[in-house]
């Protein structure tokens, strides 16, 4: 293993919104590297350099989440969930809670929902659905513990489970509709990210760098491209998986892997557009002008739609940044403090900074209108709005 690595991954399998590693193999539990060098000390956090008007909108409580953990906004509701089984609906402009639920078992993601149907999946290995009240529709085995956020559209809840198996199921009945496999690498990254579902193709990132584009109706493929190929002398030296969740932007599909690259496809056919070398623990966001990533250094770039390098914000670096959200002028990111800050979309300068509770961002921080609204471990629901 290359002096440093150990230290490397360790860091980004602990921060917020990252991933963990765990051994494909049966019976085997996961897999942290921690030897190696000590962490050096996070860094104190940047000043704001080129302030834009924002302010801290609403702060609420809901419960303890883990990583991977993020509100869903659907209209005017923000739907959340909690580790310990806690499931609400809050009204996005203000926090109010409408309704809350505690189904009574451990959750390990946090929610997908359409609004019409609230979706999450436990530790016992069930995804269980709930109407837009908050009364549970159903509730149906998965055969294996669910290890990305359910994905909630056009009438499908799909998720990815710890066998590398990817389910379809109707989301009116819970009505498996098809599943699609691959075989898994000896070591892959647990992570979160949902898969994207978009009209007649769901597109999802694999373990080994991989990304696929599966037909709706019957789970067929209909291409598969590698956004980056495993190398190295080790396994770990070897993981490439893709991380967060591949991003749908008009025709093309863009998607980041762990030591490997970021790329854009074309979403029709798989055809490779563009991709350059930047390794992330996390993800990445795109906007009509920008496709901005944090790497595993937690420096965040910004790349134009062409794949050219627009600039690069490093003062953010040890402080275990989540994936960006791109919110208007800024670039919305939080910390492993609880911090949350906005970033320059024209030149990455520091533009804001706003605490929450002082516990890790758990997941990157979602959109509702002109507001960024992040979930922290420590269980605070929190919105920062845009003036």
């Given at each position: 293993?290359?002096?440093?690595?150990?230290?490397?991954?360790?860091?980004?399998?602990?921060?917020?919104?990252?991933?963990?590693?765990?051994?494909?193999?049966?019976?085997?539990?996961?897999?942290?590297?921690?030897?190696?060098?000590?962490?050096?000390?996070?860094?104190?956090?940047?000043?704001?350099?080129?302030?834009?008007?924002?302010?801290?909108?609403?702060?609420?409580?809901?419960?303890?989440?883990?990583?991977?953990?993020?509100?869903?906004?659907?209209?005017?509701?923000?739907?959340?969930?909690?580790?310990?089984?806690?499931?609400?609906?809050?009204?996005?402009?203000?926090?109010?809670?409408?309704?809350?639920?505690?189904?009574?078992?451990?959750?390990?993601?946090?929610?997908?929902?359409?609004?019409?149907?609230?979706?999450?999946?436990?530790?016992?290995?069930?995804?269980?659905?709930?109407d837009g009240n908050g009364r549970q529709v159903w509730s149906v085995p998965l055969g294996a513990e669910a290890v990305t956020v359910p994905s909630v559209g056009l009438g499908l809840v799909?998720?990815?489970?710890?066998?590398?198996?990817?389910?379809?199921?109707?989301?009116?009945?819970?009505?498996?509709?098809?599943?699609?496999?691959?075989?898994?690498?000896?070591?892959?990254?647990?992570?979160?990210?949902?898969?994207?579902?978009?009209?007649?193709?769901?597109?999802?990132?694999?373990?080994?760098?991989?990304?696929?584009?599966?037909?709706?109706?019957?789970?067929?493929?209909?291409?598969?491209?590698?956004?980056?190929?495993?190398?190295?002398?080790?396994?770990?030296?070897?993981?490439?998986?893709?991380?967060?969740?591949?991003?749908?932007?008009?025709?093309?599909?863009?998607?980041?892997?762990?030591?490997?690259?970021?790329?854009?496809?074309?979403?029709?056919?798989?055809?490779?557009?563009?991709?350059?070398?930047?390794?992330?623990?996390?993800?990445?966001?795109?906007?009509a002008r920008l496709v901005s990533i944090v790497d595993d250094r937690d420096q965040v770039h910004a790349f134009s739609r062409s794949g050219a390098s627009v600039w690069r914000q490093d003062?953010?670096?040890?402080?275990?940044?989540?994936?960006?959200?791109?919110?208007?002028?800024?670039?919305?990111?939080?910390?492993?403090?609880?911090?949350?800050?906005?970033?320059?979309?024209?030149?990455?300068?520091?533009?804001?900074?706003?605490?929450?509770?002082?516990?890790?961002?758990?997941?990157?921080?979602?959109?509702?209108?002109?507001?960024?609204?992040?979930?922290?471990?420590?269980?605070?629901?929190?919105?920062v709005e845009l003036q």
């Amino acid at each position: 293993m290359r002096r440093g690595l150990a230290a490397r991954l360790g860091r980004g399998a602990r921060r917020a919104a990252g991933a963990t590693l765990v051994l494909a193999l049966a019976g085997c539990g996961s897999f942290w590297p921690w030897s190696g060098p000590q962490k050096p000390p996070m860094p104190p956090p940047p000043e704001v350099s080129a302030p834009v008007a924002a302010r801290a909108a609403w702060t609420t409580r809901v419960g303890p989440a883990g990583v991977g953990f993020a509100p869903v906004v659907v209209g005017d509701s923000v739907f959340v969930a909690s580790s310990d089984g806690r499931v609400a609906r809050l009204e996005a402009a203000t926090g109010r809670t409408q309704w809350q639920v505690d189904l009574g078992r451990k959750l390990t993601g946090g929610v997908g929902s359409d609004g019409d149907r609230v979706i999450v999946a436990s530790r016992d290995g069930s995804l269980t659905a709930l109407d837009g009240n908050g009364r549970q529709v159903w509730s149906v085995p998965l055969g294996a513990e669910a290890v990305t956020v359910p994905s909630v559209g056009l009438g499908l809840v799909m998720v990815r489970t710890s066998d590398n198996r990817i389910s379809a199921f109707e989301s009116d009945s819970g009505k498996r509709r098809w599943t699609f496999q691959r075989q898994m690498p000896p070591l892959v990254l647990r992570q979160t990210g949902a898969i994207a579902i978009a009209p007649g193709t769901a597109f999802a990132g694999l373990p080994g760098g991989r990304i696929v584009a599966l037909g709706l109706q019957n789970g067929a493929v209909r291409w598969e491209a590698s956004v980056s190929q495993p190398r190295g002398a080790t396994e770990i030296e070897r993981i490439a998986d893709v991380v967060g969740s591949p991003l749908v932007s008009g025709r093309e599909v863009c998607a980041a892997s762990y030591q490997g690259r970021v790329a854009c496809f074309e979403a029709a056919s798989g055809r490779q557009l563009w991709s350059r070398d930047v390794s992330s623990s996390t993800g990445l966001d795109v906007d009509a002008r920008l496709v901005s990533i944090v790497d595993d250094r937690d420096q965040v770039h910004a790349f134009s739609r062409s794949g050219a390098s627009v600039w690069r914000q490093d003062k953010l670096s040890r402080r275990e940044v989540s994936a960006p959200l791109s919110l208007g002028p800024v670039l919305v990111v939080g910390d492993a403090k609880g911090l949350v800050y906005l970033v320059s979309r024209d030149d990455g300068a520091i533009a804001g900074r706003f605490p929450t509770d002082g516990t890790a961002i758990a997941s990157a921080p979602v959109a509702a209108g002109r507001m960024a609204i992040v979930q922290t471990t420590g269980g605070t629901i929190a919105a920062v709005e845009l003036q």
